[in-house]
Every structure is written in structure tokens, then in C-alpha cells.
Nanobody, 126 residues
């Protein structure tokens, strides 16, 4: 059974940092793009960042560019999201996602991802 499990969320003050991790089990995603999405209360889930299978290609939402960094360790089947200079508007549940199809495409649409974690809460206080 394929599982994605996020960790590292929590409560942090504005300007602080958190590092999220997403560990995959049940199959390897070393040849697949992976991404992070988030959903704030009362809002739709939105794209945050995505990374190619090799880590050589990354994409970010404009709202997090320059503050967040996505990375991966294929030996550990894990993807990370380093979040710096956090703002109250970053408060959301953060979800990890993995693309089922292998290849070089790095999607930003959530419909392109078939495997999802349950999410981890990130709360940024002002």
C-alpha cells in the first residue's frame, strides 16, 4: 500500500522557519515528480512547489518564491519543503503529492498527482 506521510508542521512566529518532510512507502518515487500543496481555511487547495525526479527542476508559486525551497532525497524516498520568513498567510494544511507516471514532466496542477498524504498543519502567528 502506497503511503505518503508528512511531518514537521507546527506553530511558529512570523519570520520563523519550518522544514516539512514527506516520507513515501509502499513504492519508490525516485523516477517521479513530487510536489507540495496547501489549503487554508475556507480556501481551495493551491500549488506551493514541485520538483522533478532528479531534483534538477523546481517550480514555486509566486507567493513563496525566494522563501521556500523544495528538495528530495531519493535514497530515502523523501521530499522536503524548507520554509523561511514565514508569514501569517502561509497558515494552512500542507499536503505532499507524488505523480504516478514517471518522467521529466513537473506538474503544477493537483489533478496530475495521484498519491497524496494526509497533510500537516502549519500555523504562523503574527
Amino acid at each position: 500500500q502506497v503511503q505518503l506521510v508528512e511531518s514537521g508542521g507546527g506553530l511558529v512566529q512570523a519570520g520563523g522557519s519550518l522544514r516539512l518532510a514527506c516520507a513515501a512507502s509502499g513504492r519508490t518515487f525516485s523516477n517521479n515528480a513530487m510536489g507540495w500543496f496547501r489549503q487554508a481555511p475556507g480556501k481551495e487547495r493551491e500549488f506551493v512547489a514541485a520538483i522533478s525526479w532528479s531534483g534538477g527542476i523546481t517550480y514555486y508559486a509566486d507567493s513563496v518564491k525566494g522563501r521556500f525551497t523544495i528538495s528530495r532525497d531519493n535514497a530515502k524516498n523523501t521530499v522536503y519543503l524548507q520554509m523561511n520568513s514565514l508569514k501569517p498567510e502561509d497558515t494552512a494544511v500542507y499536503y505532499c503529492a507524488a505523480r504516478s507516471r514517471a518522467g521529466t514532466v513537473v506538474p503544477r496542477g493537483e489533478y496530475e498527482y495521484s498519491h497524496w498524504g494526509r497533510g500537516t498543519q502549519v500555523t504562523v502567528s503574527s
